[in-house]
């Protein structure tokens, strides 16, 4: 049976650094086209933070153990909050909750179903996260139905993801979620 080679330790240090180095000029270049192009509008820095804030991101997760789900939840909440506050600063015209924020909640339950697909018989430690951004999703769609915001496909979009995503999700663990309280609870 052949088994997938396991990256060294050098091997990735050198890719997260080339990552890195790609990102920083990134950065310039956005610099570069806010200047030349908008010079009256600083929109650069507001791209080159979330490239830092995704890097901090990134690193902390590879050097710490934590639980995934939950840190995809936290991530989630503190993005959402970020970008409303951007979109307050810049004068609050609803991108944040028409576009942004389903986008971030789309990308959160992409995320929690990967996890769930790839360690299944782990689920019932991501189900608690699983269960509040999938409540999470339901927000746009509420302030979509009640006219808080303009344009809503995102959040219909949004609302079908996280829907699919939770009843694929029950499909898949049930079982071993009802095994697992059954375990736990001594009830077989």
Known sequence: MLYPQKLNSKKSDVMIIIAILISIAVGGILILINHFATPNIHWAGLSNAGIIYIWITVLYAINH?????GYV????????????????KTGCRGWSMSLAIPIILIVANITMFVLTIVSHKKYIRYAIYQLIICILSLLPL???????????????????????????????????????????????
């Open 142 to 188: 509420y302030f979509a139905l009640n006219n808080f915001i303009q344009h809503k496909v995102m959040s219909f979009v949004l609302t079908g993801i996280s829907a699919v995503n939770f009843i694929v999700t029950i499909c898949l663990c049930a079982r071993d979620v009802k095994d697992d309280i059954i375990r736990k609870f001594h009830l077989g």
């Open 65 to 69: 153990n934590t639980n995934i789900a």
């Open 73 to 88: 939840l936290l991530e989630t909440t503190t993005i959402s909050l970020l970008t409303s506050y951007i979109d307050y």
